[in-house]
T-cell receptor
Framework: EPEVTQTPSHQVTQMGQEVILRCVPISNHLYFYWYRQILGQKVEFLVSFYNNEISEKSEIFDDQFSVERPDGSNFTLKIRSTKLEDSAMYFC????????????FGDGTRLSIL | QKEVEQNSGPLSVPEGAIASLNCTYSDRGSQSFFWYRQYSGKSPELIMFIYSNGDKEDGRFTAQLNKASQYVSLLIRDSQPSDSATYLCAVTGGTSYGKLTFGQGTILTVHP
């Protein structure tokens, strides 16, 4: 069964450093998403992406965050200057439609900011 | 603020029983409803989705939707210890089309 893959599984970074989280969505999917989950809290939406542009973003997704689809398979989330509060699990998801289609999640990247 | 509310539990049921998980949502325009299962330290795994009022069955799982009451539920029949996990309710639609809004999850424990 096709799946969303994310790398790395765990990233440890010093505060203030830039980090790039990578995702390979399911190959025929057109809609891509990033979510995060702080330990013990609910899963929170960050951004949705379609047709090479952001469709929607949350208030969490400020100027420190950016997303990119650099080629036909990868989808990346960049945090420019990490803060301690960015420590969380980051999940990439993809779907083949917008609001009616299920989103399938990758295994996530655990980001730890020191 | 669009909210999705779940009883955080924990909900404990004996093996073989029916587990009933409930969820309410505040955005009356919500259109799509999803149940995900999340094991500790893992990612959300899609279990069921439902778009129309009524029941939808898939194996041991039944999703129920009542848009008038803004209520969606998940029934797990013949519960197994492997069903022990956190169950996340998520909705889309209304003013946000693709964005999933999650509840805080209900912890389910199935004991032998």
């Amino acid at each position: 069964e096709p799946e969303v893959t994310q790398t790395p599984s765990h990233q440890v970074t010093q505060m203030g450093q830039e980090v790039i989280l990578r995702c390979v969505p399911i190959s025929n999917h057109l809609y891509f998403y990033w979510y995060r989950q702080i330990l013990g809290q609910k899963v929170e939406f960050l951004v949705s992406f379609y047709n090479n542009e952001i469709s929607e973003k949350s208030e969490i997704f400020d100027d420190q965050f950016s997303v990119e689809r650099p080629d036909g398979s990868n989808f990346t989330l960049k945090i420019r200057s990490t803060k301690l509060e960015d420590s969380a699990m980051y999940f990439c998801a993809s779907s083949d439609g917008m609001h009616n289609q299920p989103q399938h999640f990758g295994d996530g990247t655990r980001l730890s900011i020191l | 603020q669009k909210e999705v509310e779940q009883n955080s539990g924990p909900l404990s049921v004996p093996e073989g029983a029916i587990a009933s998980l409930n969820c309410t949502y505040s955005d009356r325009g919500s259109q799509s409803f999803f149940w995900y299962r999340q094991y500790s330290g893992k990612s959300p795994e899609l279990i069921m989705f439902i778009y129309s009022n009524g029941d939808k069955e898939d194996g041991r799982f039944t999703a129920q939707l009542n848009k008038a009451s803004q209520y969606v539920s998940l029934l797990i029949r013949d519960s197994q210890p492997s069903d022990s996990a956190t169950y996340l309710c998520a909705v889309t639609g209304g003013t946000s089309y693709g964005k999933l809004t999650f509840g805080q999850g209900t912890i389910l424990t199935v004991h032998p």
